[in-house]
């Protein structure tokens, strides 16, 4: 299994009804993908900001996806949301 932990860059003020909005609608463009086993938000309890996890089959499932065109679109739907850019980690997983 393939692994991405994406850390949020700071929302502007007054958007996070709209970001989770986002990724609501964005987690259903996502899931029909072929590899794509699930994404979850995540919070921080002490910072507020965000993280997502995106668990695939595979990185190259992943990589496709990100490579296709509803990626493209999520993307310029959120940028206008963020302070900064969105930091992506990769995993794999080796052990359970």
Same mark, same amino acid.
């Given at each position: 299994?393939?692994? !991405?932990?994406?850390?949020?860059?700071?929302?502007?003020? +007054?958007?996070d009804?709209?970001?989770?909005?986002?990724?609501?609608?964005?987690?259903? +463009?996502?899931?029909?993908?072929?590899?794509?086993? #699930?994404? #979850?938000?995540?919070?921080?309890?002490?910072?507020? %900001?965000?993280?997502?996890? !995106?668990?695939?089959? %595979? #990185?190259?499932?992943?990589?496709?996806m990100?490579a +296709? *065109?509803?990626?493209?679109? *999520?993307?310029? #739907? !959120?940028?206008?949301?963020?302070?900064?850019?969105?930091?992506?980690?990769?995993?794999?997983? !080796?052990?359970?």
């Amino acid at each position: 299994m393939f692994i !991405v932990i994406v850390q949020f860059p700071p929302l502007r003020p +007054g958007k996070d009804q709209e970001f989770m909005e986002w990724f609501e609608w964005s987690n259903k +463009g996502f899931a029909g993908h072929r590899g794509f086993i #699930r994404r #979850r938000l995540l919070k921080d309890t002490d910072t507020g %900001s965000y993280a997502a996890i !995106v668990e695939h089959e %595979s #990185r190259d499932t992943f990589m496709a996806m990100n490579a +296709g *065109a509803f990626h493209a679109e *999520a993307g310029k #739907r !959120v940028t206008s949301l963020f302070d900064g850019s969105p930091l992506p980690r990769f995993y794999e997983v !080796v052990g359970e």
